[in-house]
């Protein structure tokens, strides 16, 4: 929702309607398109519907929050949670909403496949092509050394790729955070 307002607000003006000699406006040809509307969200309500603001990452990406799911950056000194170049941003703590669990934001050298199959590593995943925001992406699936499953896309970002990749503590956890997961993904836009 501010992504969409920030882009209205730095774009061109609308020329204006044209007019006769004495200025007088002449009617235009009615459009040759039927005006579209969104589709109805579904899922979480965003925070932003629920009158919050929605500061997401400063770093990496920007997306809506679900309710209750709070933001914070990863420090640039951070390694603990580097993985095989794919260098964490930003974290969406889980925790707030009742679940256990973070979605990290990571930005990679590589592009989204291989960044992708770094971050999954030797765990047999099942790879597919996503529409990430309004970008193309590619997501993959797959389940954590503990047994947990874990769920991640990838998009093409300023100088490599961004990931979103989000696991929860087991199983339940992770279905209760999906729906943010999936929010995340509809409304995704690389920084």
């Not at 009158?51 to 929050?65: E, I, M, N, Y």
Request: charged share 20%; aromatic share 6%; hydrophobic share 40%.
């Amino acid at each position: 929702m501010l992504t969409l307002l920030a882009l209205a607000a730095c774009s061109e003006p609308e020329p204006s309607a044209p007019s006769t000699k004495d200025n007088a406006p002449v009617a235009s040809a009615p459009a040759s398109e039927p005006a579209r509307h969104p589709p109805a969200p579904s899922g979480p309500t965003p925070a932003a519907a629920a009158g919050k603001s929605v500061p997401t990452c400063t770093k990496g990406l920007a997306f809506d929050l679900a309710k209750d799911w709070k933001p914070r950056p990863v420090p640039d000194d951070t390694k603990e949670f580097d993985v095989a170049g794919n260098h964490p941003v930003c974290e969406v703590d889980g925790k707030p909403a009742g679940l256990i669990g973070f979605m990290r934001v990571y930005v990679s050298p590589k592009q989204p496949q291989a960044a992708l199959e770094a971050q999954v590593g030797t765990a047999k995943a099942t790879y597919s092509e996503v529409t990430v925001g309004r970008a193309a992406g590619v997501e993959a699936v797959w389940t954590d050394t503990k047994g947990a499953p874990v769920r991640a896309f990838a998009v093409q970002g300023g100088t490599g790729s961004v990931l979103l990749v989000w696991g929860g503590l087991d199983a339940e956890e992770h279905e209760g955070g999906r729906p943010a997961y999936e929010l995340a993904k509809r409304t995704a836009v690389p920084l």
